[in-house]
């Protein structure tokens, strides 16, 4: 399974931007597709996974309510819609296959497959 994460950049507070996980290989040998985010001198942290039975979505609380995660099977891309965009959200953003159960849908260490991160900047 290969992943590449694409749709960061440069943009100001309250702003939206969308990031896209491009998927191939045996992606749904896998159980979903989550995001992390990486900040300068900071652990990688969960931000958003997605499970492929069901279509169930899992947010941390820093960034419910402000962003989606979805699927589009037909292009094998899932995305991670970004709204009302904070200086804190800065940071490389990370996609990765999930080959865990689901109560290790958090945790950075139950997934592989990581794709190459991109760097959202949210600027004041």
């Known amino acids: 399974v290969q992943l590449q994460a694409s749709g960061g950049g440069l943009v100001q507070v309250g702003d939206s931007l969308r990031l896209s996980c491009a998927t191939s290989g045996r992606t749904f040998s896998k159980n979903g597709v989550g995001w992390f985010r990486q900040a300068p001198g900071q652990e990688r942290e969960f931000v958003a996974a997605?499970?492929?039975?069901?279509?169930?979505?899992y947010y941390a609380d820093s960034v419910k309510g402000r962003f989606t995660i979805s699927r589009n099977n037909a292009k094998n891309t899932v995305y991670l819609q970004m709204n009302s965009l904070k200086p804190e959200d800065t940071a490389v953003y990370y996609c990765?296959?999930?080959?865990?159960?689901?109560?290790?849908?958090?945790?950075?260490?139950?997934?592989?497959?990581w794709g190459q991160g991109t760097l959202v900047t949210v600027s004041s």
């Open positions: 990765a296959a999930h080959r865990g159960i689901l109560s290790t849908v958090r945790v950075a260490s139950s997934y592989d497959d």
């Open positions: 997605i499970r492929w039975s069901g279509g169930y979505t």
